[in-house]
């Protein structure tokens, strides 16, 4: 029986943990067990451990001091975390937050969930490649405003977002600014200081360290109302025992990211859009989703019109290849994309977007394949489509397709 | 997810295409999840002679419109319209619940179908 090739192109959702992360970590599961909050030696050993992960990550993203690393269990507790954090805290001072319209879930639901608690929320629009336009956010700033969360780049279409433009705009107007950084840390150059965030979120297994760990950065002085209650972990901020060796994992995982970011960075750009050129020249009625050059390293996102989101998946699945869509029918409720649809992509091409996200250990032969097996699969798909070849079917005039 | 024979007709659609001269044709949609799915009848003396489909949808769209042209091929009308959508997923060994709601819409695109072509007979 022919070996079925086995083709990952989901570094978006999860990344592999690099063997040498795992080599760090294995120590603080048998050897080093000790809880960091006891004081005997088991206590300490672990302790250091921790410290030294926090300096270690604080270094890596330009913080200035190390206390200012809040450990959490995910990138979306991060999220969570900052912006009830700030909502309930900062309360007395105002009650506006403004988000854009295309965050991922993590940002997206808080910002519903603290409108229900009597919070008003503005969901600035983007532009048709995913852009939020800063003239849009300085217009919907008010005396109220006392937190503005945009995400550094959309983990759906990869597009980058102006943050040092609008961390300008509010560090004169004094208004705290956090950033879900979550796709983009170990991807594209992420410097607290540069960017000119007062709080940042990240997750480990998205840089090929572990799942289950994240860190909130928040600059000091900014207070946080904690999400966790319990012990008094993580200066009295996140209340749980560490997990030490998913700490440990994600400064090690950041650090042998940055280290290689350039040259993973410049040979995932060239395979991206060697990839993209590919596709938007062997198909008809195909959209490359997200801004053609401010994006990320390793994201393509394409909609192909007359075929929907999850066939395409399972297809590319029985060949071998996996890759992810934002369909309605993977995504657990009717409606496509939020991100597709609030870039002002019309439902039925929404419908039929697929992701591919490639890294560090993606080849060239892995791109071919997929070029060479997607035509097949979109031909089929398209035959049998009532849509394909319809004079009576709608054009969608905000959608833009290659024919 | 999906069980075994949902993938086999997901894989290997049966009945795909179009039929020329069909006297009865069904198209349904769901408007918020935006699986369409049409079908094509061929109806002799009061019985299916030929079914075929076209559908734009998810894994379980496509597989629950293969199957129930396997279902019908043959059938009278009356036979026909006993099938349902809940026969069509039993059929299929189950579909996962949200399917049901979103993507099993065969078994209504079929009875369009039978409306169709007695709406057509009626003159």
Known sequence: MVQLKRIYLDHAATTPVDPEVLEAMLPYYVESFGNPSSIHSFGRETRKALDQARATVAKEIGAAEPSEIIFTGSGSESDNMAIKGVALSYREKGDHIITSAIEHHAVFDTCKFLEKQGFKVTYLPVNGEGLVNPADLKQALTDKTILVTIMHANNEVGTIQPIAEIAKILKERKILFHTDAVQTTGSIPVDVHELGVDLLSLAAHKFYGPKGVGVLYARKGIRLTPVIHGGAQERNRRAGTENIAGIVGLAKALELANQKLPETSKSLTELRDYLIDNVLQKFEYVRLNGHRTRRLPGNANFSFEFIEGESLLLNLDLKGIAASSGSACTSGSLEPSHVLLGMGICHEIAHGSLRLTLGKSTTKEEIDYVLEVLPEIVNKLRAMSPLYNNPQRKECASCTLTK | ?123
């Open chain 2, 1 to 123: 997810m999906y069980t075994d024979k949902v993938m086999d007709h997901f894989q290997n659609p049966r009945n795909v295409g179009e039929i020329e001269n069909a006297n009865g044709v069904g198209e349904v949609g769901n408007a918020v999840c935006g699986d369409i799915m049409k079908i094509y009848l061929q109806v002799e003396d009061n019985r299916i002679v030929d079914v075929k489909f076209k559908t734009f949808g998810c894994g379980a769209a496509i597989a629950t419109s293969s199957m129930v042209t396997e279902m019908v091929k043959g059938k009278t009308l009356e036979e026909a319209l006993e099938i349902t959508n809940q026969a069509v997923a039993e059929a299929l060994d189950g579909l996962p619940p949200q399917k049901m709601h979103c993507s099993n819409l065969a078994a209504d695109a079929l009875h369009k179908a039978i409306q169709d072509y007695r709406s057509k007979l009626a003159g």
